[in-house]
């Protein structure tokens, strides 16, 4: 062994094994060969030196095996005797030798209770694996047994047993009393770790103090209570590098950031890759490889996973190894470092719940991410921070310095080697009185350091929004960049969402299939993707994943259709589904023309709901409900505004309307059949016109403005002083002045403060039927809204169409929408954060520091991600958006949303080009939708809360084509409704996962998704029996709680505990069972097997 270079991992390993043995001494080479950290790859280990001291005279054979879940443990190991014996069997070529080998068994089983809201189920946790056997053939006898560094990283063992484990024939006592009075050098001889022996298991175990938790590592080891040691670090944290109280520790943090967004198109396409990802993970691996002292951080998975497919079983070998060592560490483990203003936070939970999913299964327990981490995305909301805690400043003398940049380390060594000779000579100073300590870490040991400090520390309850990095400098505009994608990205997920569950309730288990949408939605998260700033070939890219994605889901779909729709003992195949994918223009190719065709309605929220579908035809129809009764459809003509979009080839001139109502989890068939007779819909021009409803009344005056909202039920008006659109002149910047930048993908910045109107004219035509009293408004050739007042409802549904934006006069147009009213909002408005918490915004104000106002527009603009509102005393106006979007209030009263933006200049943040979105030689068209409720502020929430919900997990339209000659026929073999619940859900508890993992596993999200004091009614607890959801399935037989991201039982999670100003602990444990009166706002993540 080369002394001087004894740090290397795998030779300490050898040490450790040993010592199972009582191989108590080790002798070092001298002299000439005390030279190469590499030695025993210079001397090879033949039969002649098998009773030489200077080697060892044991081998480990390693078989790689298939993880089956976090404690597999597969450990073959030959003895001295048998390595003797397997060299003497070399001597005969023509004679073998297999030896077998037996593995431990370690069976881990836990039975805990769990209160899921005043249920009581038993969670039993059983995880066994059974003895195998492994044979090792003798090899040619000239052949020498190689003991080199490049052997050992070929043959690297795929399971790692832990070093402190004893063999199974050897955890007798006296054993034990031998091995637990040594101390065990790990790491080179600089990290001390001490070992405790638990008598239940007879097993030597490791103590890891490192987030308070046991850290397994794919070792099996059994559950021992948190050990009380003083003198146990963070793991991979050396003992040299231990900090003194007067001393300074700089952590080097080696990172990367491979920006799974911006570059994903050039993985896949490889006429245009040009910055070679592989080649960085690579390089990566073989510096930390060389010098076990070195760390690095990896972030996203999207990257991580291509590469991984890619790589031999060697190199993955050599990566879990470490990772195991805890040198390599993967932080945060989303597929990708999401977006936190754009994003909802039902996406990103699913995609930080893909990239959790692939760790554990590859890698186990020690690749499982333990803290939150954030680099690149333009600000930090709270909500996401929320998750970070589910999922699991210099104030001490513990300085982070992170090191590397986007796209770097294709020649990683170099980088270390300068980092290494850096440490190595600020070190050196601490000879001259230098009290500085430099080395590599990562960011859970530094979190931990922070954490034994021991201080007290600031906390902050609001986010960091909006984010400007120098003077003038909003990154307020990507809020709304790329509407279109942004619109899409939550198209597709509610149809991932309606694909699992119709996968799971068809019981199907075809998760495999949908993993091509999960990961497209998983990369849709990325802050370069949804948010907008990507450059234009990239945006694209990212639209035809997600679409393809769809079109795999679809297959699932039809499938799940094919055994849901026929009755019993029908044969023959039910006709396939399809989407209409362009019926945001009233277009839909498939259905035109045809004599019968069907629409099928899926609900994918636990409550009923009624929606207003609209199917746009070429011919007149009779159409038929589930139960064969007519339906009363409105026949309305679809607006010239829609059907002059560009690209529009439908020849569909109307449309039906009609009111649809749908149970929960359930699907709704409704059959159209062709008829001869038609019927006209007259259209009146109108002065003055009042659409009224059984709960709300609308008043428009003689030129189409909007003029009061009243709540009947209430007795509340909003009386509106101007509602319309408007847009700001982008600022074009400077080059000569970088300091006052562009307006662009990023960044929103108005030429001027005053938005202009679109039009100073405007035309209005009113319609008013038994199911919609509506009022179209056109302002100009590129904008259009459509106000709908539909029977029965409590709220105004806004659908808004804008473009082309006319750029002729060479100027960016940044377009809004704005609400003026009378409501006294005392410079005050709410808005989300990610779908789901509320925060108060007050214009030009910041809750944390003064804030000085260099923009008045873009510094009170916040992110949007479903619902904005103002109120007063009594009355309060809010807006539901259907995708994100930027906004705020500029007076008190107003609202204003943009919704369209289309730049002509870069604002140098990095896309490289301006925003200038086109489609079919034109300026993008894009339409959207706005629902806005009126009531007080103390009943508002329930409209806004069940609201928001409903809009982003609208029920699912797809159409078939079937080979029926009449509805008698079609119903005789269909069953045209269905639903998988045997009785309704709380209204205040929503489901958020239903993703079938195995024949008769699945992974369950419910939340309760009111906060505290919202609601009189829907803000108290409720007890809900998960056992409604698999009555169409089985019975439930085992429950598991997990964290939110789904990789650990929520029974093993400990959390550090943190000491805010006037010494409140931040140790309250937010996976217990909360105390309404602390908490209402909250999620369960449940793993279910069923009989």
């Given at each position: 062994f080369n002394k001087k270079k004894f740090q290397n991992s795998r030779i300490e390993r050898w040490q450790l094994e040993l010592s199972e043995y009582h191989f108590d001494k080790i002798r070092y080479k001298r002299g000439r060969y005390n030279c190469n950290a590499d030695l025993l790859s210079r001397f090879p280990f033949d039969k002649a030196d098998t009773d030489n001291d200077a080697h060892p005279l044991r081998i480990r054979l390693y078989t790689p095996s298939t993880i089956d879940s976090i404690n597999t443990l597969q450990v073959n190991a030959i003895s001295r005797s048998t390595t003797r014996q397997l060299l003497q069997n070399r001597s005969s070529p023509a004679s073998s030798s297999s030896t077998s080998l037996s593995t431990t068994t370690i069976t881990r089983s836990k039975t805990k209770k769990n209160t899921i809201r005043g249920s009581r189920v038993a969670a039993d946790v059983l995880v066994s694996h059974s003895m195998m056997t492994t044979t090792s053939t003798a090899d040619n006898p000239s052949q020498t047994i190689d003991f080199s560094i490049d052997r050992i990283r070929n043959k690297q063992i795929e399971t790692p047993r832990s070093p402190f484990d004893l063999p199974a024939d050897k955890a007798e006592e006296t054993h034990f009393r031998t091995y637990k009075e040594r101390r065990i050098t790990m790491r080179g001889d600089r990290d001390i770790v001490m070992k405790r022996f638990s008598e239940e298991s007879g097993r030597v175990v490791p103590y890891n103090t490192n987030l308070l938790m046991l850290f397994k590592c794919n070792h099996g080891l059994q559950t021992i209570t948190r050990p009380e040691v003083n003198d146990v670090n963070c793991i991979m944290f050396p003992k040299r590098n231990r900090v003194k109280d007067s001393e300074i520790s700089v952590r080097f943090l080696k990172r990367?950031?491979?920006?799974?967004?911006?570059?994903?198109?050039?993985?896949?396409?490889?006429?245009?890759?040009?910055?070679?990802?592989?080649?960085?993970?690579?390089?990566?691996?073989?510096?930390?490889?060389?010098?076990?002292?070195?760390?690095?951080?990896?972030?996203?998975?999207?990257?991580?996973?291509?590469?991984?497919?890619?790589?031999?079983?060697?190199?993955?070998?050599?990566?879990?190894?470490?990772?195991?060592?805890?040198?390599?560490?993967?932080?945060?483990?989303?597929?990708?470092m999401n977006d936190e203003a754009t994003t909802h936070y039902n996406s990103i939970i699913d995609q930080h719940t893909l990239g959790a999913q692939f760790l554990r299964d590859t890698f186990g327990e020690c690749a499982r991410p333990k803290i939150g981490w954030q680099i690149d995305p333009f600000g930090h909301s709270r909500e996401v921070a929320s998750l970070f805690a589910q999922a699991p400043i210099y104030a001490t003398n513990h300085i982070i310095m992170t090191m590397g940049d986007d796209f770097e380390d294709q020649n990683a060594n170099e980088k270390f080697k300068n980092l290494d000779k850096l440490i190595h000579y600020v070190n050196l100073e601490q000879e001259n009185g230098s009290n500085v300590n430099v080395f590599y870490s990562t960011p859970s040991c530094y979190l931990y350091a922070l954490n034994k400090a021991e201080k007290e520390w600031t906390s902050k309850t609001d986010d960091f929004f909006p984010y400007a990095s120098i003077p003038f400098a909003y990154w307020t505009?990507?809020?709304?960049?790329?509407?279109?994608?942004?619109?899409?990205?939550?198209?597709?997920?509610?149809?991932?969402?309606?694909?699992?569950?119709?996968?799971?309730?068809?019981?199907?288990?075809?998760?495999?299939?949908?993993?091509?949408?999960?990961?497209?939605?998983?990369?849709?998260?990325?802050?370069?993707?949804?948010?907008?700033?990507?450059?234009?070939?990239?945006?694209?890219?990212?639209?035809?994943?997600?679409?393809?994605?769809?079109?795999?889901a679809m297959e699932v779909i039809n499938v799940a259709y094919a055994k849901l729709l026929p009755k019993e003992g029908q044969t023959t195949p039910s006709p396939d589904q399809f989407l209409c994918p362009y019926s945001n223009i009233s277009a839909c190719l498939p259905i035109e023309g045809q004599d019968q065709f069907t629409l099928t309605l899926w609900n994918p929220t636990i409550h009923s709901v009624t929606i207003h579908p609209r199917v746009p035809v070429t011919r007149e129809y009779l159409i038929r409900d589930p139960i064969g009764n007519l339906v009363p459809a409105e026949y309305l003509p679809i607006p010239d505004t829609t059907k002059n979009v560009p690209g529009r080839t439908s020849s569909a001139q109307n449309q039906y309307l009609f009111q649809a109502s749908l149970l929960a989890l359930s699907y709704s068939t409704y059959y159209f059949e062709a008829r001869a007779d038609a019927k006209k819909i007259e259209h009146e021009k109108v002065t003055t016109t009042t659409n009224q409803a059984c709960h709300l009344r609308v008043e428009f005056d003689d030129r189409g403005d909007l003029k009061h909202i009243i709540n009947l039920d209430k007795d509340l008006i909003v009386s509106f002083t101007e509602q319309g659109f408007y847009w700001y002149a982008s600022y074009t910047g400077s080059h000569t002045t970088p300091e006052l930048p562009a307006s662009g993908a990023y960044i929103f910045r108005p030429l001027f403060s005053e938005a202009l109107p679109v039009s100073f004219a405007r035309s209005i035509n009113c319609t008013k039927t038994d199911t919609v009293q509506k009022a179209s408004i056109v302002f100009n050739e590129w904008v259009s809204q459509e106000i709908s007042l539909y029977r029965g409802t409590s709220a105004i549904e806004l659908e808004w169409t804008v473009g082309p934006i006319p750029i002729d006069d060479n100027v960016g147009k940044e377009i809004i929408i704005r609400y003026n009213t009378n409501i006294d909002s005392a410079a005050k408005y709410y808005t989300d954060a990610n779908g789901r918490e509320v925060l108060e915004r007050i214009r030009d104000h910041r809750p944390t520091w003064h804030f000085f106002v260099d923009e008045p527009?873009?510094?009170?603009?916040?992110?949007?991600?479903?619902?904005?509102?103002?109120?007063?005393?009594?009355?309060?106006?809010?807006?539901?958006?259907?995708?994100?979007?930027?906004?705020?209030?500029?007076?008190?009263?107003?609202?204003?949303?943009?919704?369209?933006?289309?730049?002509?200049?870069d604002d140098s943040l990095g896309v490289g080009e301006a925003l200038n979105e086109t489609a079919y030689g034109k300026g993008l068209v894009v339409s959207g939708k706005h629902i806005l409720l009126v009531d007080r502020p103390s009943d508002s929430a329930r409209l806004h809360r069940i609201g928001a919900q409903q809009l982003f997990m609208h029920p699912l339209a797809t159409y078939s084509l079937p080979n029926t000659s009449s509805y008698a026929n079609y119903s005789d073999m269909y069953r045209q409704s269905w639903s998988a619940l045997s009785d309704a859900m709380p209204l205040n508890v929503h489901l958020l996962t239903f993703d079938q993992l195995g024949p008769k596993q699945y992974l369950v999200r419910v939340e309760h998704y009111f906060e505290l004091n919202e609601d009189e009614i829907y803000s108290q607890p409720v007890t809900i029996d998960l056992q409604t959801l698999f009555n169409s399935i089985g019975t439930i037989a085992e429950m598991i709680e997990l964290i939110l991201s789904a990789n650990l039982p929520l029974s093993e999670l400990h959390r550090l505990d943190w000491m805010t100003k006037g010494q409140n602990s931040s140790h309250v444990d937010m996976f217990r069972k909360l105390n309404f009166i602390e908490k209402c706002l909250e999620r369960y993540c449940l793993y279910l097997n069923y009989f």
């Open positions: 990367n950031f491979l920006e799974a967004c911006v570059l994903d198109p050039e993985i896949a396409r490889s006429e245009i890759r040009k910055r070679g990802v592989q080649y960085i993970l690579d390089s990566v691996v073989q510096a930390l490889v060389e010098n076990p002292d070195r760390r690095y951080i990896y972030v996203e998975m999207a990257f991580f996973w291509r590469w991984w497919n890619e790589q031999s079983d060697d190199m993955r070998n050599t990566v879990k190894q470490l990772v195991n060592e805890g040198r390599l560490e993967f932080i945060s483990g989303g597929w990708s505009g990507y809020y709304t960049s790329r509407p279109a994608l942004k619109r899409y990205e939550r198209y597709a997920n509610n149809i991932l969402q309606v694909t699992r569950q119709l996968n799971g309730f068809s019981q199907k288990n075809l998760r495999n299939t949908i993993f091509d949408l999960s990961e497209a939605m998983g990369l849709a998260q990325h802050h370069d993707a949804v948010s907008g700033t990507e450059k234009q070939h990239v945006a694209n890219d990212y639209a035809q994943r997600l679409s393809d994605g769809i079109d795999r527009i873009s510094s009170n603009y916040y992110p949007i991600n479903s619902r904005i509102w103002i109120q007063d005393r009594d009355r309060q106006l809010t807006i539901l958006t259907d995708r994100s979007e930027g906004g705020g209030s500029m007076y008190d009263g107003s609202i204003e949303i943009m919704v369209h933006r289309r730049i002509l200049h």
